[in-house]
């Protein structure tokens, strides 16, 4: 069974151009989660789709960052003007409907420069 | 969701058990504890979790006390690819959910 896939795996940008981030979970789970960690810093959750719904959008930072999950299937995240600040890694991960446990499958993440 | 505390640091020599102790004592009722780890350029991987029972897997064993207030990973055999960070976390029972990491305990394995 295929993991939580990312892409791209790494991106460089300038400050003030748009990046998009797409997620990929794991088949049939209903549940997505994008998350980052900023240099030097813990791991933040940003937030959580059930399907294509926004579920907690709690940990998004500011109006730059738009989350979507059209279709409930893959979800893109981005960032629109990047800031230097937003330089990071983004994860995604991804956990079934059962609703006992919370158990999620991270992806690689995706290594966001800007500059 | 309720606060962990663990050492920032640990080492064991490969081959030997390691044991990663976790701290929760403000963690309620219907809050499971879970194991996270990150090594170095990858992704948190799931390792384990429980409510109150002691839980093994093919990873690892997961030690909670019976206040509940705090639990220890064991790792049994551990080897050179098990040096990562370890994240204790605890979290509501439930439907999925956001994850609180901490700073985790970066656990060196040497020869």
């Known amino acids: 069974e295929a993991g939580v896939t990312q892409f791209p795996s790494h991106s460089v940008i300038e400050k003030g151009q748009t990046v998009t981030l797409r997620c990929d979970p794991i088949s049939g789970h209903d549940n997505l989660y994008w998350y980052r960690r900023v240099m030097g810093k813990e791991i933040k959750f940003l937030l959580h789709?059930?399907?294509?719904?926004?579920?907690?959008e709690s940990g998004m930072p500011n109006n730059r960052f738009l989350a979507e999950r059209t279709g409930g299937t893959y979800s893109t995240l981005k960032v629109q003007p990047a800031e230097l600040e937003d330089s990071g890694v983004y994860f995604c991960?991804?956990?079934?409907?059962?609703?006992?446990?919370?158990?999620?499958?991270f992806g690689p993440g995706t290594r966001l420069l800007v500059l | 969701d309720a606060k962990t505390t663990q050492p920032p640091s640990m080492d064991c020599a490969e081959g030997r058990a390691a044991n990663l102790p976790c701290n929760h004592s403000t963690i309620s009722g219907n809050e499971y504890v879970y194991w996270y780890r990150q090594i170095h350029s990858q992704g948190p991987q799931y390792i384990i979790h429980?409510?109150?029972n002691n839980e093994t897997n093919e990873m690892a064993s997961l030690i909670i006390t019976e206040d509940r207030k705090s639990s220890t990973l064991i790792l049994p055999h551990a080897t050179l690819r098990d040096t990562a960070v370890y994240y204790c976390?605890?979290?509501?029972?439930?439907?999925?959910?956001?994850?609180?990491f901490g700073t985790g305990t970066q656990l060196k394995v040497e020869l």
């Open positions: 976390i605890v979290a509501p029972a439930g439907g999925g959910n956001k994850l609180t």
């Open positions: 789709f059930v399907k294509e719904s926004k579920q907690d």
């Open positions: 991960a991804s956990s079934p409907t059962d609703r006992v446990s919370k158990t999620q499958y």
């Open positions: 429980g409510l109150k």
